[in-house]
């Protein structure tokens, strides 16, 4: 796979004597230098490293540590999993296992939390995010601060090599943007630290979310016209479609961070997203599977790639393949050696989904033989239906590239161009200047389009009246039914104030079977206690 970045040994040795430091709190870590073996100035001195930095920047979303197992970036205890540690499978859980999309059978006392809405500040699955974000944070403070100007010209890098850097620092400033878009997200007021942070002078700063969000809207801003133009760079990097995106997702959920709604600027950027180029994939299955980095690039704005042979890891979509697969499911039908009996999803998915005279949603994408639609016992596998959206097969139905058939090549879409019709649609209807309800049903139609075979066959199954598209709920139930599994639907659920609400159940929701509400502390994760003991500046979320 043309990965462009590829993250073999040899690329992290040096990123590696950079950016790790087995940081075990990252808050109180924000503005220091991570301890390394080699020396600052000697790597940053040849213009060669400077890549292999970035590609460290950018795994540190899908890798543990400098190899498989072993020596990760972040150390949080022993006997602990580290694949369970990695960036994209801690906010996977954080994002999806708490929702009616998805339930574990893993008989885990923290993860069992997750499973039933009922987590406090001790739950180290909280502390695992929140951690990788801040780590992340810190490796990008750091390339950002050797990347100036001024550092640039002090080692007389000039020409080409300073053009390069320079990219390459819009797009460390784009890495760190995500993360911290992902902090105010999950954990709301967080420290914010910069690279004009003097290393090891004082204790990080808590941020109110607003703080944040300013924050990151002003730097998605001040790095647009630095990246790529949209699919003008290699693929897996961050461009101006990229920076477009997430702040359209920012400004999407501006009134649940901010207080103020931000609706017109969800469409500015949606807008300047649409006009970038982008086309769906033709065959939804496409997107998640071992060749998504080719047969859905026109698709994906920014993805967290994955390769088999050079980026291995228990985490990412190795995790997504393997622990959805269990009971009478078989690891060869999604090209991974065996399964691990985790994850299923809750009834209210695939209720989200009924069939019709009119034909069948290829999205609805669940194994039911010998699997219980209802969830009687939260760690049986069987109960709750099985889910074949993440495979590690190719669209040529073969394999990944790994022979042992365990880790995979699928890369996770993070950004997407289906989830910015979706934005489009629900900003119009909230009320947002510049864009139409017209439009609006055009593009969910385009989804359902492609979702019931439209394209191929010409027909009008599946799709939408505009009264429809207005009905209550009908766009949250869209995006359950388009991006499940994706790392939204918290997020989503929030949004929509229905999250913690008990107008809203599904199954084991605030512990009970038949689910009930949970308190509205919930909508944001506790500060891990961890950090507020290391930083007592810190002030902990309310009710935790």
Known sequence: MNKHLRRGAATLAVAAALLSGGLSSCTKDLDRYPFYDLNTESVYRDPANYIQVLAKLYAGFNLSGQGTTGSPDVF???????????YLRAYWYLQELVTDEAVVAWNSGPLQELNKTTWTSSNDLMRNSYTRIFYEITACNEFIRETTDEKLSDRNIAGQD??????????????????????????????????????GNELPKQATRAEVFSYIESELKAIE?????????????????????????????????????RYT??????????GGGYSLTP???????????????????????????ASQTYGGTTYLIHAAIGGRMLGSAFGVSSGWAGNRTRKNLPLLFPENAEGFDSR??????????????????????????????????????????????TDFPVLRLADVYLMYAEAVLRGGQGGTQAQALTYINDLRDRAFGNKFSGGTAGRITLAELTAPNFILDERGRELYWEGTRRTDLIRFGRFTSGSYLWPWKGGLKEGKG??????????????????????QNPGY
């Open 76 to 86: 949080e205890g022993d006997g602990l999993d580290e694949g369970e540690t990695s």
């Open 162 to 199: 300073a053009v390069n850097a320079r990219l390459f620092r819009a797009e460390a400033r784009f890495l760190r943007a995500l993360a911290y878009y992902h902090a105010l997200d999950l954990y709301g007021n967080v420290p914010l630290v910069t690279e004009a942070g003097v290393p």
């Open 225 to 261: 016209p630095l990246l790529n133009k949209p699919q003008q760079g290699p693929y897996g990097r961050a461009d101006q479609g990229a920076a477009w995106a997430l702040l359209a997702k920012l400004y999407l959920n501006a009134q649940v961070y901010t207080g103020t709604a």
């Open 265 to 274: 600027d969800c469409l500015t950027y949606c807008n300047k997203v649409l």
């Open 283 to 309: 065959e939804y299955a496409h997107i998640f599977m071992a060749d998504n980095g080719v047969k859905a690039r026109s698709e994906i704005i920014f993805p967290i790639t994955s390769d088999g042979l």
């Open 364 to 409: 609805a994408m669940f194994f039911t033989i010998g699997q219980n639609l209802e969830i009687n016992d939260l760690t049986v596998f069987t109960d709750g239906y099985g889910v074949t959206k993440w495979s590690n097969k190719k669209s040529t139905g073969e394999n990944g590239t790994d022979p042992t058939l365990t880790f995979v090549d």
């Open 518 to 539: 949970v308190s509205d502390n919930l909508n944001l994760y506790p500060i891990p206690s961890t950090d507020i003991v290391a930083n007592p500046t810190l002030r």
